[in-house]
Nanobody
Framework: QVQVVESGGGLVQAGGSLRLSCATS????????MGWYRQAPGQQRELVAA???????VYADSVKGRFTISRDNTKSTVYLQMNSVKSEDTAVYYC?????????WGRGTQVTVSS
């Protein structure tokens, strides 16, 4: 049974910080590419950040310099460190695990930035 579970969301003030976690089980975590996506009301789901099985990273232009994605293969967990958050960061954040034909999604965690 595959599980992808996000945590760490909540209410945060503009300019503050938040760390999201995505814990996985039932997969060979080390061979999976991991990503964080977000979706705001009335908008498309968009890639926020991704980290490959080899450790390379990519970021959306809107979060470069503010967010950092990382992974801990010993804990089968990926993180998203969010600094200097803005109102525009308010969204449901989803964790994705992908490898070959496999593609798994978490149910999401709400992040709300107060202005």
């Amino acid at each position: 049974q595959v599980q992808v579970v996000e945590s760490g969301g909540g209410l945060v003030q503009a300019g503050g910080s938040l760390r999201l976690s995505c814990a996985t089980s039932g997969i060979t975590f080390r061979i999976f590419d991991m990503g964080w996506y977000r979706q705001a009301p009335g908008q498309q789901r968009e890639l926020v950040a991704a980290i490959s099985s080899g450790g390379s990273t990519v970021y959306a232009d809107s979060v470069k310099g503010r967010f950092t994605i990382s992974r801990d293969n010993t804990k089968s967990t990926v993180y998203l460190q969010m600094n200097s958050v803005k109102s525009e960061d308010t969204a449901v954040y989803y964790c994705n695990a992908a490898a070959l034909r496999h593609d798994y999604w978490g149910r999401g965690t709400q992040v709300t930035v107060s202005s």
